[in-house]
């Protein structure tokens, strides 16, 4: 995994929707899930989101941990 895609994780913010302005890693799982089922979107924002969700899914947030 490169390792700027986790560093963007923990500094980037979400650019819109509910979770608005929140830091990208700290999205519930729950809504990570619902875009696993209705698609993630196109581009950079949609590459981030579906490999949180696979790091979540898969227990791997202790790897955010020291970059925050």
């Known amino acids: 995994m490169d390792n700027k895609i986790l ?3 923990v500094r980037m913010r979400m ?6 302005g929140r830091i990208i890693c700290d999205l519930p799982e729950f809504y990570l ?3 696993h089922q ?3 979107p196109e581009g ?3 590459m981030l989101l579906s490999t949180l969700y696979e790091i979540k899914l ?3 947030e202790y790897l955010l941990k020291p970059l925050r």
Not at 15 to 20: A, E, I, R, T, V
Request: glycine fraction near 20%.
């Open 38 to 40: 209705k698609g993630f």
């Open 58 to 60: 898969n227990g791997l």
């Open 44 to 46: 950079k924002i949609g």
């Open 33 to 35: 899930a619902w875009y």
């Open 15 to 20: 650019p819109y929707g509910k979770y608005k």
């Open 7 to 9: 560093l963007e994780l």
